[in-house]
């Protein structure tokens, strides 16, 4: 396998909006996985975007199992996946896009593996996630979707306030004025600060500044065009984006 014109095609796929084929002929393991996503990430930041976070996935112990994983995966954030709360996505420049709704920290200090991540928190905010996985039919292997930079195509964060009780706060999606899917912040790793704690192991460090996805609170759901998406977690607030394409 060739990291390069994977990476290459991976961005080109997600800049076209076309996919590519899956089927396992990409990464064999979660190595060569990494050194996909890291080039993949180069491109953007060659063409001038700048890192902002750090997103986890597969922080349900169900996902694991059914994924036949026994550790979580890790992506990037940049600012061009930025989206402000109640903002617009332009969702006819991806190519089968789903949202979930997260629980994001902001970091306040430097937080290495083994600190404590509650220390390093300045504050907490409920999140939406856009995934949108750059292989047919949303498709791949568990090194392939490593590779995409872990299907991430952008973010909204909510209201910032003081860190609290987060172990079991409930959530609720919503399309349209409808209910999509309920949860519990349980569901990530049990609490989102053992999450956190999992990025800095992952990482090596997280940098004061650093936007942390702590990973989906329930499952994700289609983002269909012209559509008004809310999340909320229960003490932290609301958090909303609309679908339509850019004027």
Do not use: C
């Not at 939406?128 to 964060?157: C, K, M, Q, W």
């Amino acid at each position: 396998m060739n990291i390069t014109a994977l990476a290459e095609a991976l961005d080109t796929a997600a800049r076209e909006g076309r996919p590519l084929a899956g089927g396992g002929s990409g990464p064999k393991d979660t190595d060569e996985a990494y050194a996909v996503q890291e080039a993949l990430v180069a491109r953007r930041l060659a063409r001038g975007e700048r890192l902002t976070g750090f997103k986890l996935g597969f922080t349900s112990r169900a996902k694991m199992r059914q994924m036949g994983v026994s550790d979580l995966i890790h992506g990037r954030l940049t600012d061009r996946m930025a989206i402000p709360d109640g903002g617009r996505v332009d969702t006819t420049a991806l190519i089968h896009p789903r949202v979930e709704p997260e629980v994001a920290f902001l970091l306040g200090d430097t937080l290495r593996p083994g600190g404590d991540p509650l220390a390093a928190v300045a504050a907490v905010a409920p999140a939406l996630e856009v995934i949108d996985s750059r292989y047919h039919g949303f498709r791949f292997s568990l090194p392939e979707v490593i590779a995409d930079n872990t299907s991430a195509a952008g973010y909204a964060v909510g209201p910032w306030s003081a860190p609290g009780d987060l172990d079991n706060l409930g959530v609720l999606l919503e399309v349209d004025g409808r209910l999509a899917e309920t949860g519990s912040t349980a569901a990530i790793l049990g609490s989102p600060l053992r999450a956190l704690a999992a990025a800095a192991r992952l990482a090596g460090a997280l940098e004061p500044g650093t936007v942390v996805l702590a990973g989906a609170a329930t499952a994700a759901v289609p983002l269909p065009p012209g559509s008004h998406v809310r999340a909320t977690v229960a003490g932290l607030g609301t958090v909303h984006l609309t679908t339509g394409e850019d004027a």
